[in-house]
């Protein structure tokens, strides 16, 4: 599990890679115990392991609650007050006759479609990899519950962000239910047009040279929909635009409504950081048969890159905080070194390229106080 996990953290997504990695120095003293002495899991190992044990249902299920128990683990040291969940799909392209596979009409391509939670610091709550044509919010509820469910009667401030495929009743119901703070993204129809209608018209005069934004709240109930909801409207007017750029959002926060977009806006960082598991995790990278090996793929690559999220955010010095996923692979962790072997030790010399000796010790520092402070005797 350590070798399939650091692995993919240093930038070997593939089980191919484990014929080079089982010899690496570094990655036997990650693995430990035996691997140490001899070598860690080969080639043959690591696909038997990945596609034919970690694939059973049970052993599935329990690696997609692992996310969430490492987060968990972290929240002990740094007990949040607030936690904003983000939902959003994305495409995995696939290429060949893989199971689950589909054409989706949106992205243009073949491709599975994940789903992720993530919360504000960036970590992946959940992920469940589901087939490409399915809808964006198929599944919600069997991704998002359980992360809900652990966050129950522990943290008072809950808030979920979603775009507008998440604009659902069922949705909101349910996050009303848990006494849950949301905005989500609302597809603009002529009737919540109607009700801003006084900001759609062109302001009387010359065009101006800047943006111009506007802002309204009203009650709105959809035929859908069993009562009344606040939606916020923004409205802009752009330089050399004829018509305005108009948006809606459904919320349940009486914060004013400036308030509410600025909030629902700060989801835009969850698109950024599947991007940076896409660039630096590589977690498209689903290339095997069965829809099974590759939902497992999925998941050790979501655990590998909350693994690299827990450094960026509790493990780096303040010099390092501008670093990506990339940064931090490339500098810190996928980095040359001489390995010395004595009698009881073994060292490690690295080159103050990327990393000066005065930040690796910070480093260390940061790592130590993480450390759970020894039983007393």
């Known amino acids: 599990m350590r070798q399939s996990v650091f692995g993919r953290l240093a930038g070997y997504e593939d089980v191919n890679d484990a014929e080079r990695l089982c010899r690496d120095p570094a990655m036997r003293w990650v693995v430990g ?44 040291l740094r007990p949040p007050k607030v936690i904003v969940l983000d939902m959003d799909s994305s495409e995995s392209p696939t290429y060949g006759d893989q199971e689950g596979s589909a054409y989706n009409g949106h992205f243009g391509c073949t491709c599975y479609h994940p789903l992720f939670v993530f919360n504000q610091l960036g970590d992946v709550e959940r992920c469940a990899l589901r087939p490409g044509n399915v809808h964006s919010a198929d599944g919600w509820r069997v991704v998002l519950e359980p992360v809900i469910a652990r966050y129950r009667g522990i943290v008072k401030r809950l808030y979920f962000r979603g775009d507008a495929a998440f604009a659902n ?19 603009a129809n002529s009737i919540l047009q109607s009700k801003i209608g006084y900001l759609l018209k062109r302001p009387v005069g010359r065009p101006a040279h800047d943006l111009r934004r506007y802002f309204a709240s009203f009650s ?34 009486a914060r004013p409504a400036e308030r509410v977009v600025a909030f629902y806006n700060q989801r835009g960082t969850a698109e950024q950081w599947i991007k940076e598991g896409k660039g630096a995790i590589k977690w498209t990278r689903l290339s095997c ?18 693994l690299g999220n827990f450094m960026r955010t509790l493990a780096m010095p303040k010099a390092a905080e501008p670093w990506s996923l990339t940064s931090l692979r490339e500098k810190l962790i996928k980095i040359g070194a001489k390995v010395v072997s004595h009698g009881r030790y073994v060292s490690f010399q690295m080159a103050e390229v990327a990393v000066s000796r005065q930040m690796f010790d910070e480093i260390l520092a940061l790592i130590a106080r993480l450390r759970a402070p020894p039983a007393p005797a």
């Open 169 to 187: 009743p069922e949705i909101y119901e349910f996050l009303e239910s848990e006494g849950m703070g949301y905005a989500i993204r609302l597809p």
């Open 220 to 253: 709105y109930q959809a035929q859908s929909w069993r009562k009344p909801r606040r939606v916020v409207a923004k409205v802009e007017w752009h330089p050399g635009e004829l018509y305005p750029r108009v948006g809606f959002i459904v919320t349940n926060l």
């Open 289 to 306: 048969r069965t829809f099974a090996a590759n939902a497992v793929r999925l998941q050790l690559h979501a655990l590998a890159y909350n």
């Open 33 to 76: 115990h035996q691997a140490i002495a001899s070598s860690a899991a080969s080639t043959s190992q690591m696909g038997r392991f990945e596609t034919k044990w970690l694939s059973r249902p049970e052993n599935l299920i329990a690696l997609a609650d692992l996310p969430g128990q490492w987060i968990d683990k972290v929240h002990r």
